[in-house]
């Protein structure tokens, strides 16, 4: 079967595919801080940088930084997620986003970002985030998360946004989440940047 607007929904990740931290702002922030004291001594807590640095590997969502935060270091937590927040789209996504909306592709989310990055992003970038008509995020509130590269995270998508059952192609960053999906029957493509995704999306008949 052919990709169309008719029949395809584009399924896409947000963090590094459309959006990806804006190293300029994060550093400002830094900068005017208040809590730079408490940042110093956050630093020399060994055991709880130890927590953080087992959570970065684990790739924790941002809800599990904020609730470790507000529990440990609650004087930081505003700090942590406007630094977390500290986003820029990536140059050419935002042209790609808009033209496959052009096209009438139904435009969906699915990311490991949690219900308050996902708000933020949405006041701050309303012109990407208005295209996307269905979201799947990590609902903080289940246990355990059920987030990517779960099986269970792509079926129930499919089950709670693909009620026409149409195909979808999932665009991701990460290889473990691409693979999972491929699994399931969904084309994904492995995104490396928006020249490359532009590529693949001619090459399937897309745009």
Do not use: C
């Amino acid at each position: 079967m052919k990709f169309n607007n008719d029949n395809t929904i584009i399924l896409f990740d947000l963090h590094d595919v459309i959006f990806t931290f804006d190293v300029k702002k994060v550093v400002k922030i830094l900068w005017n801080t208040k809590q730079k004291w408490n940042i110093f001594t956050t630093i020399f807590h060994l055991e709880f940088l130890w927590q953080l640095l087992k959570m970065l590997w684990h790739d924790a969502t941002d809800e599990e930084f904020y609730t470790i935060f507000e529990k440990r270091r609650p004087q930081l937590l505003p700090l942590i997620i406007e630094i977390t927040n500290a986003q820029k789209i990536i140059p050419g996504m935002d042209k790609l986003i808009e033209n496959l909306s052009q096209h009438g592709y139904e435009l969906h989310v699915g990311s490991n970002i949690g219900p308050s990055r996902f708000k933020q992003l949405s006041v701050d970038f309303p012109q990407i985030m208005r295209h996307f008509k269905k979201i799947k995020i990590v609902q903080p509130q289940t246990n355990p998360l059920i987030r990517k590269p779960s099986e269970q995270f792509f079926t129930d998508y499919l089950q709670e946004h693909n009620g026409k059952n149409k195909q979808v192609v999932f665009i991701d960053d990460q290889k473990r989440n691409i693979d999972v999906a491929d699994a399931l029957g969904i084309t994904a493509i492995l995104y490396t940047s928006p020249k490359q995704l532009q590529k693949q999306l001619k090459e399937l008949g897309i745009i």
